[in-house]
């Protein structure tokens, strides 16, 4: 059974920076698209990021371009998200997941994910 555990998040001012991990078990990590999605008070689950399964591409909300960076370490069997210049808008509570097909590129659709990860909150408020 594939687990996913979450961490990095909190409450950060305006501005300010976090950096997500997402530690996945299982030996088969490295063969799948990881994808970044988030869930804010209210609203549905939104699409953030993914990245291919070997790293190779990656994509991202318009939201998000330019402010947050994607990445993974198949070694450590985790994914990153690094969010920098946070704003109000991006509080939420963020997943990860693990894609359903092997040396896929990613996708946006939760649809196209088997597993999640329980979510880590971030909060972005002065």
């Known amino acids: 059974q594939v687990q996913l555990v979450e961490s990095g998040g909190g409450l950060v001012q305006p501005g300010g920076s976090l950096r997500l991990s997402c530690e996945a078990s299982?030996?088969?990590?490295?063969?799948?698209?990881m994808g970044w999605f988030r869930q804010a008070p209210g609203k549905e689950r939104e699409f953030v990021a993914f990245?291919?399964?070997?790293?190779?591409?990656?994509s991202y909300a318009d939201s998000v371009k330019g402010r947050f960076t994607i990445s993974r370490d198949n070694a450590k069997d985790t994914v990153y998200l690094q969010t920098n210049s946070l704003k109000p808008a991006d509080t939420a509570v963020y997943y990860c997941?693990?894609?359903?097909?092997?040396?896929?590129?990613?996708?946006?659709?939760?649809?196209?994910?088997?597993?999640w990860g329980q979510g880590t909150p971030v909060t972005v408020s002065s």
């Open positions: 990245i291919s399964w070997n790293g190779g591409a990656t």
């Open positions: 299982g030996r088969t990590f490295s063969s799948y698209a």
């Open positions: 997941a693990r894609g359903k097909w092997r040396y896929s590129s990613g996708s946006r659709l939760g649809y196209d994910y088997a597993y």
